[in-house]
């Protein structure tokens, strides 16, 4: 299947998943192994079937809070790739600040060949908090913009050049070096998480696509008319097919019964949060959309109801890509079957 970014005449979809929200359970045992695995193999079965449905991709997300079952995505896509072959398989997001870019770059390309060439990273700073107590130790916010954009230009090199040295404020390839694992895909499709414009530029500099959740439609076309900018300054040509919203949808039949799969999504949230408060984490920024109890990046209502909005998202903002995540397999059956095929049927002007 071609790269998510490819064909910007047509709309694509991909399915994004937060493993631990999507269960039944109203009070999971989040600290119950056996619950745990069944969060995960569900992860996997999600992606089979999502394969089947349509989805141009799949994603999803790492967290280090409890009742997120998800602190090493590359090894659940890993288990993912072995049971799908046509779609796409990311991340929303690597939390690059984490770990040694080397080492995502080599995971990447392990994951780019064992899917044969389907793998898409998508890296990002991570929550405030949550990668201090990860990391084991404190950083000043300058401390952390700094080792991320080091960071993000090492994975860069890594990712590009054979025989590599490198020389940071962090970080020190003194030897020449090239990364065990190449990505069959040249370059490796690369995706960068964050609003604000200086992130644009920086995707924009690399060539990279861009992923954005929380924001009003206006700051969307805002970052999306820096971005393209931006990319033609560096000599990029970029457009919607490059740039990515993102949403939550509750869906079914009925206007109620949507509301009450709102009501579900927003306690997942609810409990999520309160894990990690509780976990010891600082408490988290009030415009990070993707850990408010009731995101404003949700949407719901009836298939027709969420085509619309999804179109109005798409002709407000200029993105050509959707990133949504449903909160059951019914709903993401009912997206499947009746909103998706409305979707990739619009032509982009």
Not at 1 to 13: C, G, L, Q, T, Y
Not at 73 to 100: D, E, F, K, N, Q
Not at 199 to 222: D, K, S, V, Y
Request: aromatic share 6%; net charge negative.
């Amino acid at each position: 299947m071609a790269a998510i970014s490819d064909n910007p005449d047509r709309i694509k979809v991909v399915h994004t998943y937060g493993v631990g929200l999507h269960t039944n359970e109203p009070e999971p045992n989040v600290d119950d192994p056996k619950w745990q695995q069944r969060q995960v193999l569900d992860y996997v079965d999600f992606c089979v079937e999502a394969e089947q449905l349509g989805f141009d991709g799949v994603t999803l997300t790492e967290h280090h809070a409890r009742s997120m079952t998800c602190p090493s995505p590359h090894l659940l896509l890993a288990a993912a790739a072995m049971r799908t072959s046509r779609i796409r398989l990311g991340t929303a997001v690597t939390v690059l600040p984490l770990y040694s870019p080397i080492r995502v770059a080599e995971e990447a390309g392990t994951l780019d060949l064992l899917s044969n060439g389907r793998f898409e990273l998508g890296i990002g700073r991570g929550v405030p908090g949550e990668v201090e107590l990860t990391a084991g130790r404190s950083f000043t916010e300058n401390e952390l913009m700094r080792r991320w954009l080091e960071g993000v230009e090492l994975l860069r090199i890594a990712l590009t050049e054979r025989d590599f040295t490198f020389h940071g404020e962090f970080m020190q390839v003194d030897r020449p070096t090239a990364i065990a694992t190449r990505p069959l895909q040249d370059p490796l499709p690369i995706w960068l998480g964050g609003v604000s414009l200086s992130t644009m530029e920086l995707a924009a500099r690399n060539g990279w696509n861009i992923m954005r959740n929380f924001g009003e439609p206006e700051q969307h076309r805002q970052a999306f008319e820096h971005y393209v900018r931006a990319g033609t300054e560096h000599g990029h040509t970029l457009s919607g097919a490059n740039f990515m919203i993102e949403r939550f949808v509750a869906i079914a039949n009925t206007e109620a019964e949507a509301e009450r799969n709102l009501d579900r999504l927003a306690r997942a949230f609810g409990r999520f949060v309160t894990i990690f408060r509780a976990g010891g984490r600082r408490a988290v920024p009030s415009t990070d959309a993707e850990v408010q109890a009731r995101p404003a990046i949700a949407i719901s209502g009836t298939p027709d109801q969420i085509v619309a909005s999804l179109r109005q998202t798409l002709e407000q903002t200029g993105a050509r890509r959707l990133l949504v995540e449903t909160f059951s397999p019914d709903e993401m059956r009912l997206f499947g079957r009746e909103v998706l095929p409305a979707l990739q049927r619009v032509a982009v002007a």
